[in-house]
C-alpha cells in the first residue's frame, strides 16, 4: 500500500500572531490611547485647577488674618520697597522667613541675601512651568539686574482696583495716583481697591461688601517681560525713600508712576493686554495695567474679600471686572 503523499487536512495549534493580527492589534492599541490621553490630562489639569483654587484661598485668609490682627489690609507697596507676599509671611506658616528680612533696607541690600533665593511653591499656580525669566538684583542699590529662569516668581497679585482710562486722577469712584508727565512705560495707580501702593484700607471701607470685592487675583499665563521675585513690590527706592512720605513723593516724581511687581489693576480684560507685542499686538501693557489671566483653559482664580475663591471666565465682561476690583463704586454684581 503506497503511502500519501498529502498533507493532513488539520494543523496543530498555533503558537504566535500573524503579522496582520499583531497590527490590528497595535492599531487598537494606539486608538484606545488617543482616546483615553485628552481625559487623562483633563484630570491632571482639573486636579491642578483645584490645586490653584486653594491656594489662592489660602492666601486670601492669610491676608484676612493680617487685617485681624492689624487693623488695616497690608499695602502692595511698603519700605523696602516689599509687597504684601512678604509682610503676610507669617499668616501662612512661614514666620521663619520673615525672621529672616529685614524690612528696613532694600531687599536687594546684602542684610537680606539669606532670604532672596527662598521658594516658595504654593505661591505659584501648579499649571505653570516651574521655572520663568526673573528680574534678579545686583546685590547693593538694586538698579541693574540680570533675567534668569528661576522658581522664585508668584502667581497671585494683588488687586490695586480699577482704572478706566490713561487719565490721572481718576475720577470718583475709580480713583487713581502718581500723576505727572507721560511718556514712560509705567503707568499710574488705582487707590479704589483694598491693596494698592500706600494703602491702609479697613474692613469698613469696603462699602460694597467682601464678597462683592477683589481681594488677590491669578495671574500665571505667558505675558512676556521679566517680573522680580515674590517678595517685592516695586523695583524702585530703597535707603532715604523708606518712608511713605518719601515713597508718596517719588511717585510723583517719577512722573505716570512706577514699575510694581505681584500686583496689577483692572484697565482691561482678562489676559487682553500683555507685555509684549508679540502676545497682544493691540494692547501693550504699562506695568500696572497688565491684564490677570492664567494657563488653565477658559479663566482664571479670584478670591474675594470675604475670603472665598472662585473660578472667572476669560470673557467675563470688562464692566464686572471694573465694579468687583473697585471696593466703593456702589456696584454689587456678582460672579455667577
Not at 32 to 60: F, H, K, M, N, W
Not at 123 to 143: A, F, K, M, N, S
Amino acid at each position: 500500500m503506497e503511502k500519501s503523499t498529502q498533507p493532513p487536512t488539520s494543523r496543530g495549534p498555533r503558537s504566535a500572531f500573524t503579522l496582520v493580527e499583531l497590527l490590528v492589534v497595535i492599531a487598537i492599541i494606539g486608538i484606545l490611547v488617543a482616546l483615553l490621553l485628552p481625559a487623562i490630562q483633563a484630570a491632571r489639569e482639573a486636579a491642578r485647577r483645584t490645586q490653584c483654587q486653594s491656594q489662592i484661598r489660602q492666601l486670601g485668609l492669610a491676608v484676612l488674618n493680617y487685617e485681624s490682627t492689624t487693623k488695616t489690609f497690608p499695602t502692595s507697596i511698603g519700605p523696602g520697597p516689599f509687597g504684601y507676599l512678604a509682610v503676610t509671611l507669617p499668616y501662612y506658616e512661614e514666620e521663619n522667613l520673615k525672621d529672616l528680612i529685614n524690612f528696613t533696607v532694600r531687599w536687594s541690600d546684602p542684610k537680606n541675601e539669606s532670604m532672596r533665593d527662598a521658594e516658595l511653591a504654593f505661591l505659584r499656580c501648579p499649571t505653570q512651568e516651574r521655572l520663568e525669566p526673573t528680574q534678579i538684583y545686583d546685590v547693593g542699590l538694586g538698579l541693574t539686574f540680570q533675567t534668569l529662569d528661576t522658581p522664585l516668581r508668584a502667581h497671585y497679585y494683588a488687586v490695586n482696583g480699577t482704572k478706566l482710562d490713561g487719565v490721572c486722577p481718576g475720577l470718583t469712584p475709580y480713583e487713581t495716583t502718581a500723576c505727572g508727565p507721560t511718556g514712560t512705560n509705567r503707568g499710574n495707580h488705582a487707590t479704589n481697591g483694598i491693596m494698592y501702593p500706600l494703602s491702609k484700607v479697613r474692613h469698613g471701607q469696603i462699602t460694597d461688601g467682601t464678597s462683592n470685592t477683589f481681594l488677590v487675583a491669578e495671574c500665571s499665563w505667558d505675558f512676556g517681560g521679566d517680573v522680580a521675585p515674590w517678595y517685592a513690590g516695586s523695583l524702585f527706592w530703597g535707603g532715604e525713600f523708606d518712608t511713605p512720605e518719601a515713597i508718596a513723593w517719588n511717585m510723583k516724581r517719577l512722573g505716570d508712576g512706577f514699575w510694581v511687581e505681584n500686583q496689577a489693576q483692572v484697565r482691561y480684560g482678562l489676559k487682553e493686554a500683555s507685555y509684549s507685542a508679540e502676545i497682544t499686538p493691540a494692547l501693550v501693557a504699562r506695568r500696572s495695567d497688565l491684564s490677570f489671566g492664567s494657563k488653565h483653559p477658559g479663566g482664571c482664580h479670584f478670591c474675594m474679600a470675604d475670603g472665598s475663591a472662585h473660578f472667572v471666565r476669560d470673557d467675563v465682561d470688562i464692566v464686572v471686572l471694573r465694579n468687583l476690583a473697585c471696593r466703593h463704586d456702589g456696584a454689587t454684581v456678582g460672579l455667577d
